[in-house]
T-cell receptor, first 111, second 113 residues
Framework: DVKVTQSSRYLVKRTGEKVFLECVQD?????MFWYRQDPGLGLRLIYF???????EKGDIPEGYSVSREKKERFSLILESASTNQTSMYLC??????????FGPGTRLTVL | QKEVEQDPGPLSVPEGAIVSLNCTYS??????FMWYRQYSRKGPELLMY????GNKEDGRFTAQVDKSSKYISLFIRDSQPSDSATYLC?????????????FGRGTSLIVHP
């Protein structure tokens, strides 16, 4: 079974803090993705990566950055958290041309 | 017009009913079609994956793709309260080599005993 894990299920941070969200997959997938999910807005792609050290902007990259130093690990960084970044963050991985497998999600609250 | 349209519901049905969930899309290049199930406060889990047109069956679930009408469906037979969840459709193409899926916003399904 494909396993995608995320470092935290729930996280509470203060405005202006630097936030790291970590994602690890165990299936040797080339592609990894970060989404945020908000009521009424659905899933929105923040960043994705095709390979180690490669990254591509998704639909809403502003205020976020990513890091992929190892194939199995993809990190999302909020340089200076703001209240409008309160959301459910979902990581996914997959092979090129194949479907995506999602992690359990991190519910981030920024106060 | 959004690329993928999905009625948000909620759709409320009695236990044992046949459920039909649908998505329409506008991009004729889509070739890969997926359905995900998402329970409250959890990540989406892949339910069905089909390529191009036709039907695919897996237990109580049947996925149907009609590319001529740009319409996909997920049927759930003998629905159970445990099927209560949000169902997301997703679709992608190999255009440009990206395969990045486009998701619908999800339909909330409630199956009551």
């Amino acid at each position: 079974d494909v396993k995608v894990t995320q470092s935290s299920r729930y996280l509470v941070k203060r405005t202006g803090e630097k936030v790291f969200l970590e994602c690890v997959q165990d299936m040797d997938h080339e592609n990894m993705f970060w989404y945020r999910q908000d009521p009424g807005l659905g899933l929105r792609l923040i960043y994705f990566s095709y390979d180690v050290k490669m990254k591509e902007k998704g639909d809403i990259p502003e205020g976020y950055s990513v890091s992929r130093e190892k194939k199995e690990r993809f990190s999302l960084i909020l340089e200076s958290a703001s209240t409008n970044q309160t959301s459910m963050y979902l990581c996914a991985s997959g092979l090129l041309g194949d479907t995506q497998y999602f992690g359990p999600g991190t519910r981030l609250t920024v106060l | 017009q959004k690329e993928v349209e999905q009625d948000p519901g909620p759709l409320s049905v009695p236990e044992g009913a046949i459920v039909s969930l649908n998505c329409t899309y506008s991009n004729s290049a889509f070739q890969y079609f997926m359905w995900y199930r998402q329970y409250s406060r959890k990540g989406p889990e892949l339910l069905m994956y089909t390529y191009s047109s036709g039907n695919k069956e897996d237990g109580r679930f049947t996925a149907q793709v009609d590319k001529s009408s740009k319409y996909i469906s997920l049927f759930i037979r003998d629905s159970q309260p445990s099927d209560s969840a949000t169902y997301l459709c997703a679709m992608s193409s190999s255009s440009g080599g990206s395969y990045i899926p486009t998701f619908g916003r999800g339909t909330s399904l409630i199956v009551h005993p």
